[in-house]
């Protein structure tokens, strides 16, 4: 008796999976950087809602994760947001989707409003460690940074070159918990995606730069990465028509106007 | 029937059991087959007493993270035990009987606060007032000490209340029928008798602060960095694994899993000598 009910409840939930992939959808995967995630499903919605015999999944991860996802077919497209494509890239086909400004930021109540490149690349380093040194108060400087691998770090630190960053920086996992602490210590410093600046930080300005959209757009603010998408083999069929309307001016508009920047 | 019932439960019991047994060999199994192989390739004592970790310069060395490890365990140890020592014998034997069987449980219900909660708080007003009082970023080996040593208190006062109940009525009467005041009891007679019980809940506690991950990423700073002073932001083993596995690929990857291997030995080395331990006092008594 047993055995019958699992045995049929078994058939019963198989064959309630077959047909529901059988409804022929087409979907598509996206995965990888966690930074352009959030506007990766605005845009998957946004689609959706006009073709509806379209299914998008998007997942986060990270841009190695993107990459890793992309080669091995696990995603069709993969999320990357790094300066520099490493190796296993290579053979990918790579669109630029957006850009997204990385901007220096410290906790309002700190004087100072601007640094040159030298001296972000010093305090970062440890050269640097007390905010009087850059026209600052007489404390010492709590540099926040992210933890190896991430895209924001590895874009950032080869932007502004040569930085080796000191031991006792603090490590935190993504660009909410950094705005976290650098919002909670006014001695802090530290970095993130240009679109997650709000009110409890500050954001510096770069060689006099400020990093506003206006200022990236000009080519004036020098901290920006591109954000890629990456597919296996030559773009076709619903995925190029998903990453046409990303680039579509209907698209970058929801790019802009969520804090990021359009690709062209 | 009846026979082929209890057989069944047998069968099923034994099922259970294995599967348990089974799923503690898969996972050791599975992290010494991916770490294992980084070990030999890169050097054991390279990996173990090299204090560079700069992954995308293929330098591998988590020296600091042991340390860090070691230093957080031993704080929230030294947080956590006398507090949860002294609570158990408070409660056990100062406080009636009726109230304990209300604050006994609410002081378990701790144990149900999921981690990021603690870490949450530890992060707004532990690392705050450390950052103020006392200098340095906040985030550091002391705020994640305090925040492991509240963690820890639950598993340890609720065993060491288990062990010290447990002790005969007549040891107690017996020391008060010879004059002795109740702090003469309990340190003579039911600290005596209860020890075992007392240094396994210690055990026990130790075991959740080594292996607790989510409060000690979000409060010790995760600085790969040798600790000169509590003060310093510091990154343990289980902080290194869940911090950079979403990003790693290739011999980074591998590198965590042996992180893994290195965790896992460190586990098994202080649990060996916590149970030898418990069975010398066993036998001295």
């Known amino acids: ?98 850009k997204d400004g990385i901007a220096v930021v410290v906790n309002p109540q700190n004087k100072v409003v601007n640094l040159s490149t030298d001296q972000v690349r010093d305090i970062f380093n440890g050269k640097i460690t007390n905010w009087k040194e850059v026209g600052g108060n007489d404390v010492p400087i709590t540099v926040v940074s992210r933890e190896a691998g ?33 919002a909670n210590d006014a001695n802090s410093i530290g970095y993130l995606s240009h679109g997650l600046i709000n009110e409890k930080i500050k954001a510096l300005k770069v060689d006099d730069q400020e990093c506003t959209t206006e200022s990236i757009i000009a080519g004036n603010y020098k901290i920006v990465r591109p954000i890629y998408f990456l597919v296996k083999g030559s773009l076709q069929g619903e995925i190029k028509n998903f990453i046409d309307y990303i680039l579509s001016d209907e698209g970058q508009k929801t790019i802009k106007a969520d804090g990021l920047l359009p690709a062209k | 029937m009846k026979l082929i019932s209890e057989k069944g439960v047998k069968r099923i019991l034994m099922a259970t059991a294995f599967s348990a047994i089974s799923a503690l060999l898969l996972i050791a199994l599975f992290i010494i087959s991916e770490g294992l192989p980084f070990i030999f390739k890169y050097g054991l004592k390279e990996f173990l007493f090299s204090s560079d970790w700069q992954p995308h310069l293929g330098k591998f060395g988590i020296y600091p993270m042991i340390v860090a490890s070691l230093w957080v365990t031993l704080g929230a140890m030294v947080v956590g035990a006398p507090l949860g020592v002294a609570g158990a014998l408070f409660l056990s034997e100062y406080v009636p009987k009726s109230v304990m069987n209300i604050i006994k449980p609410t002081i378990e219900l701790l144990a149900a606060i999921p981690s990021v909660v603690y870490g949450f708080i530890g992060v707004m007003v532990l690392a705050p007032l450390i950052r103020d009082n006392f200098g ?27 062990s010290i109940l447990a002790v005969p009525r007549s040891y107690r009467e017996g020391s008060y029928a010879l004059g002795a005041t109740t702090w003469q009891t309990i340190h003579m007679v039911i600290v005596k008798a209860s020890k075992s019980g007392i240094i396994a809940s210690i055990i026990l506690g130790m075991g959740r602060a080594i292996g607790e991950t989510m409060a000690v990423i979000m409060v010790a700073g995760n600085s790969v960095n040798i600790p000169h002073s509590p003060l310093d932001s510091v990154r343990t083993l289980t902080a290194n694994i869940a911090l950079e596995m979403s990003y790693a690929t290739g011999l980074h990857r591998q590198a965590l899993f042996a992180t893994g291997v290195i965790l896992f030995i460190v586990i098994i080395i202080l649990n060996s000598i916590a149970s030898v331990a418990i069975r010398k006092r066993m036998v001295k008594r």
Request: proline share 3%.
């Open chain 1, 150 to 182: 991430s895209g924001t770090r590895s874009s950032f630190e080869q932007i502004v070159g040569n930085i080796n960053l000191k031991r006792d920086a603090l490590i935190q996992d993504s660009n909410g918990t950094i705005r976290e602490t650098v």
């Open chain 2, 136 to 162: 340095g970023p906040g985030l550091s080996l002391l705020s994640a000490s305090i925040i492991l040593g509240i963690m820890i208190l639950p598993t340890v006062i609720s065993i060491s209340i288990d």
């Open chain 1, 1 to 98: 008796m047993l055995k019958k009910f699992l045995l049929l409840s078994f058939v019963l939930i198989v064959g309630l999976m077959v047909w529901n992939c059988g409804k022929g959808k087409t979907s598509i995967t996206l995965a990888g950087s966690t930074a352009f995630q959030p506007f990766a499903e605005t845009l998957a919605d946004q689609y959706m809602s006009s073709h509806p015999d379209i299914a998008i999944t998007v997942q986060g991860g990270g841009s190695a994760v993107g990459i890793q996802s992309a080669n091995s077919g696990a995603a069709q497209i993969g999320m990357a947001d790094l300066v520099m494509l490493p190796e296993e890239a290579k053979a990918l086909t790579a669109t630029i989707v957006a």
